[in-house]
Structure formats: C-alpha cells, structure tokens
C-alpha cells in the first residue's frame, strides 16, 4: 500500500515529517540551492509537459483544462511509475513545487491523480 501523499512549496522549510521529498517541476527553481531544497530526488519528468505548462501559465481561468490535458499526460507517463515505488517504498512522500498558489499548481492535480489510481491490493 502506498504511503501518505503531500505537496509542499520548495522554498518553505523542510519539516522532519516531510518524509521522502520529491521535487516534481520540470525546471530547478529560482534561487533555492541543492543544499536548502534537501531533496532526495527530482523527478522533472512527471511534471507537465514544456508546451503544456507553457499554455497554462499558472492562469487560475485555465485550471480545469490545465487539469484535464495533464492528467491525459499522465495516464501516459512512465515516470510515473518511479513516483509509485518511492510511494510503496516510504510512508510519507512529500512533492515539492514552486508555484506560488498552494491551490493552483501542478503538484496538486498530480496528488489527486495518484491517489485516484492507489492499488489497495499492492
């Protein structure tokens, strides 16, 4: 069964009960270091794709579209896989992003998303 799924902006602190701590945007935000993001990976490939968050912009009027095309993406995505091991393989998984909106972000649909397809019997 996977473990607890949360999401969490990478230039907020980390908390000692972030658990496995995946960076899931597809480039390094600005201004944090490798040191102060305190990663244990980044997984660029399960974020949206360029052209995709490019159209999206982070436009709050787009939201339900962004969703509905990234969430087709990820139905496809390999890397999700890899993001399903480190979920089987630790209790708590935090994804790290840095758009500003706690709400309207990338991370959140990719949360929902994977939570949707938990394999109880796993």
Do not use: Q
């Not at 305190?38 to 995709?52: E, H, Q, R």
């Amino acid at each position: 069964m996977a473990g607890e799924l949360r999401t969490r902006r990478v230039y907020d602190p980390p908390a000692s009960d972030d658990g496995c701590r995946v960076l899931v945007d597809r480039l390094w935000p600005r201004g944090v270091s490798r040191e102060r993001a305190s990663l244990d990976t980044w997984l660029k490939d399960v974020a949206p794709s360029p052209g995709l968050r490019t159209w999206w912009g982070h436009d709050p009027e787009r939201l339900a579209e962004f969703t509905e095309r990234y969430r087709a993406e990820l139905d496809h995505n390999p890397a999700v896989d890899t993001l399903t091991g480190l979920r089987r393989e630790h209790p708590r998984v935090t994804l790290l992003y840095a758009a500003r909106d706690p709400r309207v972000n990338h991370a959140v649909v990719l949360r929902d998303w994977l939570l949707e397809h938990d394999d109880p019997t796993r």
